[in-house]
């Protein structure tokens, strides 16, 4: 289903982190407290967040952190009132074009073995399982899988990014 108002990304806001803090509320076992959001926001120079909003406000969030030249994903959410509508998808595109920006050669995650939802949007975005983090998640001791993208400037991913970008503006996100 796509999205019928404007979606609207950019760069998360101190006034962003009380929304951010609800969908971590709702998706997560184990959030992350406003203050690490406030540090990532104001004293972490590797990171790169962005918001997405819609009418209503901010409805999905994600971040990453650029390690020399790699883009890692440190958190990635989507109210749960608005998933499987495409935001999860553009946010992400958003996100790759801003580690590109970047100069990121590729981008990496961790994501629970569990949340195969998670996994497919990821796979279909380029990522690959290149490794599993044995009792990687310390509310319940899951696994994470660790996912990579190729490299973001090669023919493959730029195939990818570009069919992304054009289902998103086919769908009114773009």
């Not at 979606?7 to 998706?27: H, K, Q, T, Y």
């Not at 490794?131 to 994470?144: C, L, T, W």
């Amino acid at each position: 289903m796509a999205v019928s108002a404007a979606l609207v990304i950019g760069p998360m806001r101190m006034a962003d982190v009380a929304a951010v803090l609800e969908i971590e509320r709702l998706s997560f076992s184990s959030p992350w407290p406003a203050f690490a959001f406030e540090q990532e926001l104001t004293a972490n120079r590797l990171a790169h967040y962005r918001v997405a909003r819609l009418a209503d406000g901010v409805v999905a969030f994600g971040g990453i952190w650029l390690m020399v030249d790699e883009a890692h994903i440190t958190t990635f959410g989507v109210h749960p009132d608005h998933r499987r509508q495409g935001i999860g998808r553009r946010l992400l595109l958003q996100l790759a074009e801003v580690a590109l920006e970047l100069g990121s050669s590729r981008m990496t995650l961790e994501v629970r073995v569990s949340n195969e939802a998670a996994q497919r949007l990821y796979h279909s975005f380029g990522f690959n399982i290149t490794g599993r983090r044995v009792a990687y998640y310390s509310d319940d001791g899951e696994d994470a899988l660790v996912m990579t993208t190729p490299d973001l400037a090669g023919p493959a991913m730029q195939a990818v990014l570009a069919a992304e970008q054009a289902r998103a503006s086919e769908n009114g996100l773009g």
